[in-house]
């Protein structure tokens, strides 16, 4: 199975910034997903991240609040731009390898 | 459009029962199925995974089993453990190109010792 690895962990950050969560995986994938896990609900997917092509957002997600990018088969980042409190939640990525999924250890972030 | 529920919500046992946490889902047309769990401000860990051809997989103390006609799946915990604390999620993938997990809201189980 494939093992994930996360950056930062966990974040404090100040309205209106940004940060940018970096997601390693240690074997090649071809498909990566990005989801939000809000304070106390289940698991929402932002979007897929294929290598050599743009990112796919699902309903509600937009690339200008949420730019992803995917170098390699086995590295993407996701940056929450003009971050609000309602952002405040766990960002985790995801492989499939393969048909089943597997996760990061997830980043906590608060928005102050 | 999929929709995933987990019954019950939140389930305390005490420790050595066996257990069963149900997962319903909509759209029968899944792939497969996986159960994860989540520990408090952590990450998934996968469980099992049953392929839409299977009825049941197993793992130590844990069998899961799908009935996708009826669109629903269960999680058997067989001998609880206070280790076994922890939120249980099930996530059925649909069997078009592109289709992704979806995740139910979860049990929340907790094992006393």
């Known amino acids: 199975s494939a093992v994930i690895s996360q950056k930062p962990s966990r974040d404090i950050c100040q309205r209106g910034t940004s940060l940018t969560i970096q997601c390693q995986v240690d074997s090649q994938v071809t498909m990566m997903f990005w989801y939000r896990q809000q304070p106390g609900q289940s698991l929402t997917l932002i979007a897929t991240a294929n290598q050599g092509s743009e990112a796919t957002y699902e309903s509600g997600f937009v690339i200008d609040k949420f730019p992803i990018s995917r170098p390699n088969l086995t590295f993407s980042t996701l940056t929450v731009s003009n971050m609000s409190p309602e952002d405040s939640s766990i960002y985790l990525c995801s492989v499939e390898d393969p048909g089943e999924q597997f996760f990061g250890p997830g980043t906590r972030l608060t928005v102050l | 459009k999929q929709e995933v529920t987990q019954i019950p919500a939140a389930l305390s046992v005490p420790e050595g029962e066996n257990l069963v946490l149900n997962c319903s889902f909509t759209d029968s047309a899944i792939y497969n199925l996986q159960w994860f769990r989540q520990d408090p401000g952590k990450g998934l860990t996968s469980l099992l995974l049953?392929?839409?051809?299977?009825r049941e997989q197993t793992s130590g103390r844990l069998n899961a089993s799908l009935d996708k006609s009826s669109g629903r799946s269960t999680l058997y915990i067989a001998a609880s453990q206070p280790g076994d604390s922890a939120t249980y999620l099930c996530?059925?993938?649909?069997?078009?190109?592109?289709?992704?997990?979806?995740f139910g809201p979860g049990t929340r189980l907790s094992v006393l010792p």
């Open positions: 996530a059925p993938r649909g069997d078009n190109y592109g289709q992704n997990f979806v």
């Open positions: 049953i392929q839409s051809s299977q």
